[in-house]
């Protein structure tokens, strides 16, 4: 069965979800977990994504994903493929992580019932730990006792605690609720009455235009109205795209490819340097080389690219030249803090 191109626009909202290679864990503890949300706070400055709710739970994840810019698949690419090389790394492992392609159903956010289907799938992530028996009221386990969601660490939280690339102002907004003590606690509390009053294995499921959100999220495409969905159609028809299409599609490039024209720019200005210069200088040559290391912290544009308009040789070079100066660095801000220690 041919896979389904993904659409991808400006400002589009996705559940993205995926699990472990063979249903495997993902995390073998919280170490693995706080890597992860490092690694998506990397995939957000990078791409702009803004992350409303999400869900850490041994073998998978969840998240309700807004793209400012059309830049899912690049992005997904990046962050997949960091995680599980620090993954690998990390416990001396090799090989796939995730099973299979990760899924991406657009969400409907806008329009006749798009608070509906928003706050719903909202629900759905924050409650997975309920229906994975992870909360547990009668043995003292509640719903903010589970940390590795965006409720505990997002809306449960006050904003100073908050991580950066956690955006939860829209979500309060849906619900009704104030970014207050006040608000916090009834956010939470709404949630704890669903526990009580819903069985716990269907905690969160929600049906709307007869459509199941659990089916959906396992098998469709889309959570939304009718009218949503013929938009998404017409979207797609606009698109030729193959079925391999949506892992290259220049649209899906956009954002990167503008981002690191304009940090190259810039960095070309104030290192002094102009484009004619490049191919006299060294490969190695620092004023290259932080560029580079800018462009590859704040894109997700191949190393070949920025290889070929910094004259640096070769990918592996870019590569090789990044790693040693973060290590350097890494060195001089440890004998820092030694020293102030000492002092």
């Not at 960091?82 to 992580?97: A, D, E, I, M, P």
């Not at 229906?131 to 505990?152: K, P, Q």
Request: proline share 2%; with cysteine.
């Amino acid at each position: 069965m041919p896979r389904q191109p993904r659409i991808e626009y400006e400002g589009a909202l996705y559940h993205v979800m995926a699990r472990g290679n063979r249903k495997e864990d993902i995390f073998r503890g919280d170490g693995d977990r706080e890597m992860f949300l490092a690694t998506l706070a990397e995939a957000c400055q990078r791409t702009g994504w803004r992350v409303h709710a999400w869900t850490l739970m041994n073998n998978h994840y969840h998240w309700l994903l807004e793209t400012p810019e059309a830049n899912l698949v690049q992005g997904m690419k990046w962050f997949q493929n960091t995680y599980t090389r620090r993954f690998n790394t990390r416990h001396r492992t090799s090989g796939h992580l995730f099973g299979g392609r990760y899924k991406a159903i657009l969400v409907q956010g806008d329009g006749e019932g798009g608070r509906d289907y928003m706050t719903s799938l909202m629900d759905y992530i924050h409650l997975n730990a309920v229906r994975a028996g992870s909360v547990r009221e009668g043995e003292g386990l509640g719903l903010m006792d589970f940390a590795w969601s965006s409720l505990a660490q997002g809306y449960g939280a006050m904003s100073s605690e908050r991580s950066a690339w956690m955006e939860t102002a829209r979500g309060f907004s849906l619900f009704g609720y104030a970014d207050d003590t006040e608000g916090r606690r009834g956010f939470g509390e709404r949630l704890e009455k669903r526990i009580a009053q819903e069985k716990r294995e269907l905690c969160g499921m929600s049906i709307k235009e007869g459509q199941s959100l659990q089916s959906t999220l396992r098998r469709g495409w889309y959570w939304g109205s009718q009218e949503f969905r013929e938009r998404m159609l017409e979207l797609l028809g606009h698109r030729t795209q193959s079925n391999r299409d949506d892992q290259t599609s220049p649209v899906g490039k956009a954002h990167d490819q503008a981002a690191a024209e304009r940090i190259l720019a810039e960095g070309l200005q104030a290192a002094g340097l102009s484009a004619e210069d490049l191919p006299k200088l060294k490969g190695s040559d620092p004023r290259k080389v932080a560029i580079a290391r800018a462009i590859h912290a704040r894109t997700s544009v191949l190393q070949k690219w920025t290889a070929e308009k910094l004259w640096m040789k070769s990918s592996a070079n870019v590569s090789q030249l990044i790693r040693r100066k973060n290590e350097i660095d890494s060195r001089e801000d440890e004998n820092e803090s030694l020293s102030g220690t000492a002092s």
